[in-house]
């Protein structure tokens, strides 16, 4: 499953099992009001979403793991993102991910016609 970001299977039902259980929801939708509405998403292939609860927090994260896994964390997103670039495990288990350099932030198209807007943090000072 690794490298694929996608699950088959009885794996995919015990993924799906995992988002439904950390979000509390009896059905897991996307893009609306009681859904997971994405945020971003990370160079391996990790999904993070804004969670109406996670593990009962409102607005919490939900993370749509690389692996096929789902991951909840009970806090806003830019405590999320902060530890997310500290090298902290964000996206499951083993996930660090730590880079020293400035992050690359790319903005994706929003209009026909448009092209994707690429920029880059300060350096970190790490």
């Given at each position: 499953m690794s490298g694929t970001g996608l699950c088959s299977g009885e794996h995919a039902s015990r993924a799906w099992s995992q988002s439904r259980l950390i979000c509390g929801?009896?059905?897991i939708a996307f893009g609306t009001r009681q859904g997971l509405i994405p945020l971003?998403?990370?160079d391996r292939g990790?999904?993070?979403?804004?969670?109406?609860?996670?593990h009962g927090f409102p607005g919490g994260i939900c993370v749509a793991c690389e692996?096929?896994?789902w991951a909840g964390h009970s806090m806003q997103f830019a405590e999320w993102l902060c530890?997310?670039?500290i090298?902290?495990?964000?996206?499951?288990?083993?996930?660090?991910a730590f880079h020293p350099g400035p992050?690359?932030?790319?903005?994706?198209?929003?209009a026909p016609g448009e092209h994707p807007r690429v920029s880059?943090?300060?350096e970190r000072g790490m």
């Open positions: 929801l009896r059905e971003a998403a990370t990790d999904v993070i979403f804004l969670a109406p609860k996670a692996d096929g896994d530890r997310f670039l090298g902290q495990d964000m996206a499951g288990y083993e996930s660090t992050v690359l932030l790319e903005y994706p198209p929003t880059h943090g300060p």
